[in-house]
């Protein structure tokens, strides 16, 4: 990218375009509040309808591994603006839906596909358009993403309850269609560019096989408690006797804390060194998992999974920049792809054991221990990797 290029970019309007489309598609982790509303309408199991989001989860991890040859291919506009398009027409198909085929097309296949291609490209856009502040950069974009999520869950649930769950489809669809629209004239006038991976990426991430296992082990048992928190928050603090409006107030208060750890650490990760906090971060995930397994209060449980939160939302906000950090910013992509399978295994088996340990025992105290175990396994591999960053 020449100086005049540069000059003539608008990076803070590429970052509020950023953060408006990963804001929106993180709506797709608010897929909880359709679990009762589809067991009624296609009396099925819960195991079944579990399926679609887990089966969303995995589109979405091979989107983001395979997306870096898509990127260099386009303009900003389509991967940002067209995955907000697509996201919509997977639910325009999912509130037409009288069969689980039709959702795990829908959901899972057009509109887990769609969440991650924008969500990993956006990550990679802003991360080249704030070459100084990234890390703030990307710690921001996972952060609305989480955010998103907390806000449309509310959202959805109160569309189900008033309309039926065909109306929050539509509704949550229309609104993707609009910020696509806001986001394609957003990138327009910032005049957006994307640089594709270079010539010699192939070769320089075959070199580093080491460390991305290091990076991919790091990131997979970093994030195993913060998913097994998310996908069982509200029945946590229900079966520690929470009553009410408690379990619900758990489950928001662990996506405002994921925010609040991707902002905060996103803008640590400019100034502190990188190694340090890939050692940290999953130390204070252990500490609130410890405090997790001390109390059968409901109330404390609440507050401790709120430090869950804020830990993973630190996590998945630095370890995106760690992939520029060690390989440069037009291998990143690439890197973060292959390290963000981790992040696709963990959600599938993380969530899974929590449920069959509690099955097993009765409480959730031998999952967190397991999830401690993780946390502090994650920060015993930060120290194999290397101090020096790539050069971009």
């Not at 952060?143 to 449309?152: H, I, R």
């Not at 998913?227 to 520690?240: C, D, K, Q």
């Not at 507050?303 to 998945?316: D, E, K, S, T």
């Not at 959600?347 to 899974?352: E, H, Q, R, S, T």
Request: hydrophobic share 55%; proline share 3%.
């Amino acid at each position: 990218m020449t100086n005049t290029e540069s000059a003539t970019q608008r990076p803070l309007l590429t970052l509020a375009a950023a953060m408006l489309t990963t804001g929106v598609l993180g709506s797709i982790h608010a897929f909880s509040v359709f679990v009762v509303p589809l067991e009624e309408l296609l009396l099925a199991p819960r195991a079944q309808i579990s399926s679609i989001y887990s089966f969303a989860l995995v589109c979405l991890t091979i989107a983001v591994l395979i997306g870096h040859t898509l990127y260099r291919r386009v303009s900003p506009i389509p991967p940002a603006a067209g995955a907000c398009i697509a996201a919509a027409a997977g639910l325009v198909i999912c509130s037409q839906a009288t069969s689980l085929g039709a959702l795990w097309i829908g959901y899972s296949i057009v509109f887990g596909t769609a969440n991650g291609v924008g969500y990993g490209y956006t990550l990679q856009l802003v991360a080249q358009a704030w070459p100084q502040r990234k890390g703030l950069a990307m710690g921001a974009v996972t952060a609305v993403y989480a955010l998103g999520a907390t806000l449309f869950a509310k959202v959805l649930a109160m569309l189900i309850m008033g309309y039926g769950i065909d109306t929050a489809y539509l509704t949550m669809a229309g609104v993707l269609l609009g910020v696509a629209v806001a986001v394609a004239i957003m990138l327009h006038i910032a005049r957006a560019r994307y640089r594709g991976d270079s010539d010699d990426s192939a070769v320089a991430i075959g070199r580093g096989w080491r460390l991305l296992a290091y990076l991919w082990l790091g990131y997979g048992l970093g994030v195993v408690a913060g998913l097994m928190a998310i996908g069982h928050a509200a029945a946590l603090v229900a079966a520690r006797g929470g009553g009410g409006k408690l379990p619900v107030l758990g489950a928001m208060l662990i996506g405002l804390g994921n925010a609040a750890g991707g902002f905060l650490f996103g803008w640590l990760a400019d100034r502190w060194p990188v190694k340090r906090l890939l050692g940290l971060l999953p130390m204070i995930s252990a500490a609130a998992l410890g405090l997790l397994i001390s109390t059968d209060d409901a109330v404390a449980t609440t507050i401790w999974l709120c430090g869950v939160g804020f830990a993973y939302g630190a996590v998945i906000g630095v370890y995106p920049y760690t992939a520029s950090h060690y390989f440069g910013a037009q291998r990143a992509a690439q890197c973060y792809g292959i390290v963000f399978t981790a992040w696709g295994l963990a959600g599938l088996a993380g969530p899974w054991l929590a449920g069959r340990l509690f099955d097993t025992s009765g409480n959730y105290n031998t999952a967190l221990f397991v999830a401690c175990v993780a946390a502090v396994a994650s920060a015993l591999v930060s120290r194999l990797l290397p101090n020096k960053a790539a050069s971009s």
